[in-house]
Nanobody, 112 residues
Framework: VQLQASGGGLVQPGGALRLSCAASGLLFSVDGMAWYRQAPGKQRQFVAGITNGGRTNYDDSIKGRFTISRDNAKNTVYLQMNSLKPEDTAVYFC???????WGQGTQVTVSS
């Protein structure tokens, strides 16, 4: 199982980014997927999840600002992040819920 996350970067407060996580080596269409993040000095925390049927759930801290989605034809899960805040700064990881495998992480920095 390989999960390749991308799309991170430096953005100003109020800006937007879209993260992507391309999966291989798994039955993506039947797998639930999730995004987590880890800020410096803090534990990794759940951000958003999506079931194989497209049902989503979100951490309260990002509700209304972030949207998780998936494209089964491309074996890819996305995280659209809008209205970014400095406290969203972290390394973002995708995770396959069936296998428990993690992607390598992509850095998101929100700063003026």
């Amino acid at each position: 199982v390989q999960l390749q996350a991308s799309g991170g970067g430096l953005v100003q407060p109020g800006g937007a980014l879209r993260l992507s996580c391309a999966a291989s080596g798994l039955l993506f269409s039947v797998d639930g997927m999730a995004w987590y993040r880890q800020a410096p000095g803090k534990q990794r925390q759940f951000v958003a999840g999506i079931t194989n049927g497209g049902r989503t759930n979100y951490d309260d801290s990002i509700k209304g600002r972030f949207t998780i989605s998936r494209d089964n034809a491309k074996n890819t899960v996305y995280l659209q992040m809008n209205s970014l805040k400095p406290e969203d700064t972290a390394v973002y990881f995708c995770k396959s819920l069936r296998s428990g495998n993690w992607g390598q992480g992509t850095q998101v920095t929100v700063s003026s």
